[in-house]
């Protein structure tokens, strides 16, 4: 399985950043894909998820309304997925390296340890 995510960078508190990831599995389908971050010395933290099976997607409170995750589920090819993650009105404790991975029992969770396949994360800096 590889994940492979793009688009971190740096951005002033109140600015927009998007995220992407590509996701491709050799024996399944990587539907239920959710972006995780992580500062130095904190829990990681489940920001969202999406099913791109049905569509149905959730956010944790502290991205709601200002993150939106997306994606369409690609029934041609269906072990390599795509999903997106907008994020608008960054304020500084979003600040992270961001990961996306992939829940292979397709459920979707706010429990970062249910992911069983992580990419290898972008940084994403919000400035004050």
């Known amino acids: 399985v590889q994940l492979v995510e793009s688009g971190g960078g740096s951005v002033q508190a109140g600015g927009s950043l998007r995220l992407s990831c590509a996701a491709s599995?050799?024996?399944?389908?990587?539907?239920?894909i959710g972006w995780i971050r992580q500062v130095p010395g904190k829990e990681r933290e489940v920001i969202s998820y999406?099913?791109?099976?049905?569509?149905?997607?959730?956010?944790?409170?502290?991205v709601k309304g200002r993150f939106a995750i997306s994606g369409d589920y690609n029934k041609q090819t269906v072990h390599k997925q795509t999903v997106d993650l907008q994020m608008n009105s960054l304020k500084p404790d979003d600040t992270a390296i961001y990961y996306c991975?992939?829940?292979?029992?397709?459920?979707?969770?706010?429990?970062?340890?249910?992911?069983?396949?992580w990419g290898q994360g972008t940084q994403v800096t919000v400035s004050s």
């Open positions: 991975a992939v829940d292979a029992a397709g459920w979707g969770t706010f429990d970062a340890a249910e992911y069983d396949y």
């Open positions: 599995a050799d024996s399944f389908d990587p539907y239920l």
């Open positions: 999406i099913n791109l099976v049905d569509g149905s997607r959730e956010y944790a409170a502290s």
